[in-house]
């Protein structure tokens, strides 16, 4: 079997003759692509989305610091970003979204932007890892999931769904019926698997939240995306004990970046004994990198004796690791699952 096949057998609930080991492309450091047994994962969007009327502008405050301004329509929204130097990951110092009138620009900037399929950057990322790994299509967070990462920030948020439910709703609504529009999109692509980039914890979708805002989100992707012939893999990388039964309750196949403890707090045998059904693609616990390699080959191991007998299990790589030990710990951890 090729190393894309292999990941494949296992995405789709089957056991390959050994479990795969995996690495998003853009973390595979220096030397990591002659690791045997690695298995890369590429990624590419399928459509692009834009809004007639918005224009965005930037402005430097100073190094690495941002004010960005879009201006629309409907209103203004200015967001302040700092671009972290070691990775280039952007965090939000200042959101969009400041007080309950903010929604309704946001809403009305996505019920009037477009997605255009685009099918090439897929065709070619295909191209390019070929058997050595698999493409994943982007799709975007869960409607919840965007409006307090990208938009409003958790506390505004907290505070505005008491105190505005309508206004956060209505963002809500806006963002579904346009990722309704995206999974059409998506389920005509080339790529066999879309990626939901939800990095989902218990510790803020508690029991409520899921049960509200993502059940229904997750069982309109599958509904759309199954049929069609895609695998929709989930990216929940949080804590997850708290939801674990409502995750049980989606038809979501595979869980993604399942983090097991010392960094989550769901292990892989409570997964297994709970989610009998789901497939496990592992984010191995970023905290180990840093541990010699003999203890990050019984880690390994031990991963993989909790998984049991072998089926619909994976080990990936989907965290920035130190640039100083990532070559070290992906050659252990390969050297385990050989």
Known sequence: ????????TVLHGGKADRVPFTCYEGLVPEGGWEIENLTVVGSAPAFAVDTPGVEGSRREIRTNLYEDTLTTPWGTLTQI???????????????????????????????????????????????????????????????????WIECAGIERMSLDMFDAPEAVDNLIDAYTEQQREAFAI??????????????VTGEIAGPGVF???????????CDILLPAGK????????????????????????????????????????ARARWPEKVLWLNFP?????????????????????????????????????????????????????
């Not at 058997?131 to 982007?138: E, F, L």
């Not at 998506?186 to 990095?199: F, K, M, Q, R, T």
Request: proline share 7%; hydrophobic share 40%.
């Open 231 to 270: 695998l929709p893999v989930c990216h929940m990388d949080g804590m997850l004990r708290q939801v674990a039964d409502c995750i049980a309750r989606t038809d979501l196949p595979v869980m993604e970046a399942f983090t097991p403890p010392p960094d989550g707090n769901f292990s892989v045998r409570d």
């Open 81 to 147: 970003v700092e671009v972290e130097q070691g990775y280039g990951s952007h965090w939000s110092r200042e959101h969009l979204i400041k007080g309950p009138g903010d929604y309704a620009i946001m809403a009305e900037m996505v019920r009037h932007s477009r997605l255009t399929p685009d099918y090439d950057a897929v065709r070619a990322a295909v191209e390019h890892i070929g058997d050595r790994g698999v493409v994943i299509q982007w799709a975007q967070r869960t409607p919840f999931q965007r409006v």
């Open 186 to 199: 998506l389920a005509e692509s080339p790529a066999e698997i879309v990626w939901l980039g939800d990095n």
């Open 1 to 8: 079997m090729t190393l894309r096949d292999q990941l494949l």
């Open 286 to 338: 970023s905290s180990v990198h840093m541990s010699p390699p003999e203890k990050i080959e019984r880690v390994t191991r031990q991963l993989v004796e909790e998984a049991g007998t072998g089926e619909g299990f994976a080990v990936g790589i989907t965290e920035n690791m130190p640039a100083d030990v990532a070559l070290r710990s992906m050659q252990a951890i390969g050297r385990a699952l050989s």
């Open 211 to 221: 049960e509200k805002y993502l059940i229904p989100y997750y069982r309109m992707a």
